[in-house]
């Protein structure tokens, strides 16, 4: 059954630095998101891409993240500066149509 | 701003019972209703969907609709073990990203 993956599985980097978060959502599949979770929190929108472009974005994505979907496969979450809070488990979905979402195994981002 | 409602938990079933879990949402123009299951650590998976009024049954799931209360239900029948998680229950109105619930834990007790 075809899946959304993501990479890395897990990222520990220093604050200031610059991360890129990297998913490959389901072949078909023309609308692509990503979400947060932040520890014992909710899933929690970030931002919603299609036909190579930004459809809608919530207040959290700010200047410093900027999504690109650099070849036909790839959908990646730049992160420019990480800052502490930015600490949390980053989940990629694509979906068919606007209705169901299917979610990638997550990255969990450690800023230090 | 859009807000889903659940019962945080823990929900303790017996193993065998049937588990309610339930959800309330805040915006009328909700138009799509989600059940997601999350293991602790892990992504949540897509369990249910439903769209209009009514019951939609999946093999051991049920969820229910209830538009005018702005009411969503799951029921787990012959809940196991391997049930233990926590359900996400999201909305979306069409072209709306999914706003999630926080959750409510459950735990199968054998």
């Known amino acids: 059954e075809p899946e959304v993956t993501q990479t890395p599985s897990h990222q520990v980097t220093q604050m200031g630095q610059e991360v890129i978060l990297r998913c490959v959502p389901i072949s078909n599949h023309l609308y692509f998101y990503w979400y947060r979770q932040i520890l014992g929190q909710k899933v929690e929108f970030l931002v919603s891409f299609y036909n190579n472009e930004i459809s809608e974005k919530s207040e959290i994505f700010d200047d410093q993240f900027s999504v690109e979907r650099p070849d036909g496969s790839n959908f990646t979450l730049k992160i420019r500066s990480t800052k502490l809070e930015d600490s949390a488990m980053y989940f990629c979905a694509s979906s068919e149509s606007r209705n169901e979402q299917f979610f990638g195994p997550g990255t969990r981002l450690t800023v230090l | 701003q859009k807000e889903v409602e659940q019962n945080s938990g823990p929900l303790s079933v017996p193993e065998g019972a049937i588990a309610s879990l339930n959800c309330t949402y805040s915006d009328r123009g909700s138009q799509s209703f989600f059940w997601y299951r999350q293991y602790s650590g892990k992504s949540p998976e897509l369990i249910m969907s439903?769209?209009?009024?009514g019951d939609k049954e999946d093999g051991r799931f049920t969820a229910q609709l209830n538009k005018a209360s702005q009411y969503v239900s799951l029921l787990i029948r012959d809940s196991q073990p391997s049930d233990s998680a926590t359900y996400l229950c999201?909305?979306?109105?069409?072209?709306?990203?999914?706003?999630f619930g926080k959750g409510t834990r459950l735990s199968v007790i054998a």
């Open positions: 439903i769209y209009s009024n």
């Open positions: 999201a909305t979306n109105s069409g072209n709306t990203p999914l706003v």
